[in-house]
């Protein structure tokens, strides 16, 4: 089984950037598509980006589409998120999600239940 690491969160300012990573350890990231997700206090999981085995293919939410960016390095076994133009409404715990592929797979997912392993998660806090 894979085990998930993020970092890269903190507080920064509206209209600041911040770049997630999550470390895939116990197998190789290549074997899995992955995601990001958040979820602020009180509200559901919700779905941010998502990124085939390759990276081929991405997807990301409208409410972030234009400011933020996946990415995947398979020879690092990690997974970006690269974000730009924080607002304050992007304030919450960020996850990664791995789901186990088949080797052809250039799918990507974006329901949580999809998922079979998810990080600790990492916050992020943006201020007006």
């Known amino acids: 089984q894979v085990q998930l690491v993020e970092s890269g969160g903190g507080l920064v300012q509206a209209g600041g950037s911040l770049r997630l990573s999550c470390v895939a350890s116990?197998?190789?990231?290549?074997?899995?598509?992955m995601g990001w997700f958040r979820q602020a206090p009180g509200t559901e999981r919700e779905f941010v980006a998502a990124i085939s085995r390759s990276g081929e293919r991405t997807y990301h939410a409208d409410s972030v589409k234009g400011r933020f960016t996946i990415s995947r390095d398979n020879g690092k076994n990690t997974v970006y998120l690269q974000m730009n133009t924080l607002r304050p409404e992007d304030t919450a715990v960020y996850y990664c999600a791995a789901k186990s592929s088949l080797w052809y797979s250039n799918m990507y997912y974006v329901g949580p239940n999809q998922y079979d392993t998810w990080g600790q998660g990492t916050q992020v806090t943006v201020s007006s």
């Open positions: 116990g197998r190789p990231l290549e074997t899995y598509a």
